[in-house]
């Protein structure tokens, strides 16, 4: 079992830059693949990052060279750099788990998740 919280979001101006934050407790953490998922107001929730314990990441093509996964297992957290922020950024952003090495973009393969961080870019 993985607790997972995040932190970090807020009100930023377009080109702006945020890093969110997830703190997960759990003696396992080290061996479950990381990820961000973000969720608009009245779209499905979307993949953005993904991070696993060997060091692979992936990316939506959508902030590839703008937002970076890290992991810091001695810290039990998993970071989201987001830089070049744009309007179409702004959602909730959510933690998410997975006790395997693999690091899928779909919703339904992590079965743990925080509670998400808003946040907002304004143009």
């Known amino acids: 079992q993985v607790q997972l919280v995040e932190s970090g979001g807020g009100l930023v101006q377009a080109g702006d830059s945020l890093r969110l934050s997830c703190a997960a407790s759990?003696?396992?953490?080290?061996?479950?693949?990381m990820a961000w998922f973000h969720q608009a107001p009245g779209k499905e929730r979307e993949f953005v990052a993904a991070h696993n314990w060997s060091g692979a990441t992936l990316y939506a093509d959508s902030v590839k060279g703008r937002f970076t996964i890290s992991r810091d297992n001695a810290k039990n957290t998993v970071y989201l750099q987001m830089n070049i922020l744009k309007p179409e950024d702004t959602a909730v952003y959510y933690c998410?788990?997975?006790?395997?090495?693999?690091?899928?973009?779909?919703?339904?393969?992590?079965?743990?998740w925080g509670q998400g961080t808003q946040v907002t870019v304004s143009s």
């Open positions: 759990g003696r396992t953490y080290s061996s479950y693949a």
């Open positions: 998410a788990a997975r006790p395997a090495y693999g690091i899928p973009k779909t919703v339904a393969e992590y079965p743990y």
